[in-house]
């Protein structure tokens, strides 16, 4: 199992790599990496009964993507087909360029939708909830209960549409879908009253306001405030120094304010999650390939990220450093088949 930090410092390299290019041979070996983590992730239930597979899905949005591209987007020198003119928001040039980029915007989004997936089957809920500050725990209660939302309901739904096929319901027009959506519609009010009824027995949110909370509340806007005053400082002005100050002093100050509101919201765990060698490669592999392809590095050519087909679709270069960085996305996968041999060991 990998610790929840580093499943965090995965989930934003590969969040940074992603955006940072549509080069396609950078964009192939991200995907790869990410692929190689969600085969080697534990099958679990919903794993195995989700209707729409991360393949299916890549496959749909990708084609879906081009399509839309290539019919919005006149630009190109390779014409596939020419649409009639007379048809609105359609006619003109289907072009090879505009198909091509299309999809790789649709292979971005996908690779994105799966590394989402991934971290949420090897994250437990409790791990999710447990990286929210302590400052925000009427949040971090909302959240359990949203993540956990989804999977109980579909759940419910297979229940009562295996007992309505049981007493012979079938579906067949939009109709007969009320017999399964009204007990499913109950069912979800029971469950909220019930569970609003376990918080407000359980004192939920009822503390009073804690001591010095205008002071606090001042320091969380004056830390803001100089954040964006720093901001300003740099962008409009040019004032590196005193703006580059300014954000530091402001950050220092909403840090500063959420840990002592933090303080105030104990939390209790009953086992620690223990720190590895494995998450240790797992976050440098995660750190090198986010100073690789976010930082201005000297030896590494990030121009070549910017991968633009138009006006005529040409081959994309390849830096190999990057690519080289990029491989430290597929460290989770190491570590994952090893732990899995040790417990079939």
Request: proline share 7%.
């Amino acid at each position: 199992m990998i610790h929840p930090l580093a499943w965090v410092g995965w989930l934003a390299a590969v969040m940074a790599t992603l955006s940072a290019g549509r080069n396609p041979l950078h964009l192939v070996l991200v995907l790869l990496c990410i692929a190689l983590v969600e085969a080697a992730s534990p099958p679990t239930t919903e794993r195995r009964s989700t209707p729409i597979t991360p393949l299916r899905f890549a496959l749909t949005v990708t084609a879906i993507s081009a399509m839309l591209n290539a019919l919005s987007v006149r630009y190109g020198d390779t014409v596939l087909l020419r649409l009639p003119d007379w048809l609105p928001l359609l006619g003109g040039a289907v072009t090879l360029e505009a198909l091509v980029f299309g999809a790789l915007s649709g292979l971005t989004l996908s690779g994105l939708f799966v590394t989402f997936i991934v971290a949420q089957r090897s994250l437990p809920t409790s791990a999710l909830v447990g990286l929210i500050p302590r400052a925000f725990y009427p949040l971090a209660v909302v959240a359990a209960i949203a993540i956990t939302f989804v999977p109980t309901t579909l759940r419910q739904a297979r229940q009562i549409r295996e007992a309505q096929a049981i007493r012979g319901h079938r579906l067949q027009r939009l109709r007969d879908w009320l017999p399964l959506l009204l007990p499913l519609l109950v069912g979800g009010l029971e469950r909220a009253f019930q569970l609003a009824e376990a918080m407000a027995a359980r004192g939920f949110a009822s503390a009073g306001q804690p001591q010095h909370a205008t002071a606090l509340r001042a320091s969380m806007v004056t830390g803001l405030a100089a954040l964006l005053a720093g901001w300003l400082l740099i962008l409009a002005w040019g004032q590196v120094r005193a703006g580059q100050l300014l954000m530091l002093i402001g950050g220092a100050l909403l840090v500063g304010t959420l840990w002592l509101v933090g303080r105030r919201a104990p939390r209790t765990r009953y086992r620690r999650t223990p720190w590895a060698s494995g998450d240790t490669a797992v976050l440098i592999g995660a750190a090198v390939a986010i100073i690789a392809f976010t930082l201005p590095l000297p030896g590494i050519d990030r121009a070549v990220l910017a991968y633009y087909p138009y006006p005529l679709l040409h081959l994309p270069r390849f830096d190999p450093v990057l690519g080289f960085a990029t491989l430290g996305l597929a460290w989770p996968t190491a570590v994952l088949r090893g732990g899995r041999s040790r417990v079939v060991e």
